[in-house]
């Protein structure tokens, strides 16, 4: 596994670095420092020739700490990339350059320099074509929560990072969503038989959709912890799910789709990166 970390120094980019070595082993890290300058002061001239090489010796100084950082929690170092300028179009234009399978990211909310590690966590979501890593802060490495919809979509990306994946010893959690069929049409007058057969549907559908990602865990030797079928909004049960069984990770699938399509159905994944504390493993979908 090829992994792209993107730190400014700040703790919580460590923490990142930190949770992943939890759950991945084996892998080469490029590391990238961009000293973002769209957060400086008017006053401050980026044509100034001093102030190109603080930037330089900035990114320097972060990259060094980090390289230790990394090579202590067994990770194999690959290239150090340092910019000034936009992290966002740092990171991206890194990604069309090298072949990645991973972005890792920390994301804090910070305002000023820092500000980049959430607002560009979002934006890279949205633009890059590889899988991404979400962290908020350091955690247990023990809980995994693995979600799926029943597609061949959230089945395939299971199977994919399987193989890079370390669960040994972890608390391994499946779970699906359903909708209230309740809530799928106006009619207030819909047969009560008809949702009961829709809800009896649905409960099959789920139970073989879990028992697709068991018996992928199963083949490489990984037993569930435990499973749920849940009803309701997908993105609110699955942070309260996180929340209530103390998820350090949760998986979620995501397919390659055009700009207008992420923006009209990426919520789902926004709201739970928004409003969990756990880390995010955002998996594209290789079908």
């Not at 090579?71 to 936009?86: A, L, T, V």
């Not at 959230?154 to 499946?174: F, R, T, Y």
């Not at 969503?177 to 949702?195: A, E, H, M, R, T």
Request: charged residues 25%; proline residues 2%; contains cysteine.
């Amino acid at each position: 596994m090829k992994i792209l970390f993107c730190t400014d120094g700040s703790k919580i980019s460590y923490n990142a670095i930190s949770n992943l070595s939890g759950w991945v082993k084996d892998a080469v890290v490029d590391i990238i420092c961009v000293i973002d300058w769209s957060f400086l002061p008017d006053e401050i001239s980026i044509e100034d020739h001093n102030f190109t090489v603080s930037c330089a010796n900035v990114a320097d100084t972060v990259l060094d700490y980090a390289q230790r950082v990394v090579e202590e929690y067994g990770f194999q170092i690959g290239k150090r990339i340092k910019h000034c300028g936009s992290a966002i179009e740092s990171i991206l234009e890194q990604t069309e350059k090298e072949k990645y399978d991973l972005i890792l990211m920390g994301s804090n909310g910070k305002k000023g320099i820092q500000k980049w590690l959430g607002s560009v966590s979002q934006e890279i979501i949205n633009s890059s074509k590889i899988s991404d890593y979400i962290s908020k802060a350091e955690n247990n490495k023990k809980k995994i929560l693995f979600t799926t919809d029943g597609s061949a979509c959230s089945a395939g990306i299971i199977e994919n990072i399987l193989p890079d994946i370390q669960l040994e010893g972890k608390d391994v959690h499946i779970c699906m969503v359903n909708d209230d069929p309740k809530f799928l049409f106006l009619d207030g007058n819909v047969d009560q038989n008809w949702i009961l057969d829709i809800q009896k549907q649905q409960q099959i559908y789920s139970a073989n959709s879990i028992k697709t990602i068991q018996n992928f865990l199963k083949h490489y030797g990984v037993d569930t912890t435990q499973t749920a079928i849940l009803t309701g909004n997908p993105s609110q049960k699955i942070i309260t799910y996180a929340r209530e069984n103390e998820i350090d990770l949760i998986v979620l699938g995501s397919r390659n789709k055009s700009k207008l399509d992420r923006f009209l159905t990426g919520s789902e994944s926004k709201r739970v990166l928004e409003n969990t504390m756990s880390d995010v493993w955002l998996v594209r979908c290789p079908l």
